[in-house]
């Protein structure tokens, strides 16, 4: 989340706090953006599978 919101005003009304987050979600931020890119590429069905597979290949009793 955002530093801005690491502390919230109680007495902003919530449609402040809705348009703050608003904003946070549709500004700009190059390496978060980039960031989310590279963790989504790397999210492939193979990746999961091999995963997968690892983890029933090292589990101390297969069935």
Known sequence: ???EF????????????AGR???ALA???G?????GRDLARSLTWE???R???DFYAQHPHPS
């Open 21 to 23: 987050l608003a904003q």
């Open 31 to 35: 390496a978060r953006a980039r960031q």
């Open 47 to 49: 990746a999961a599978a």
């Open 1 to 3: 989340m955002p530093a």
């Open 51 to 53: 995963a997968h597979l």
């Open 6 to 17: 690491d502390r919230l005003d109680d007495r902003e009304l919530p449609s402040q706090v």
């Open 27 to 29: 500004g700009p931020d």
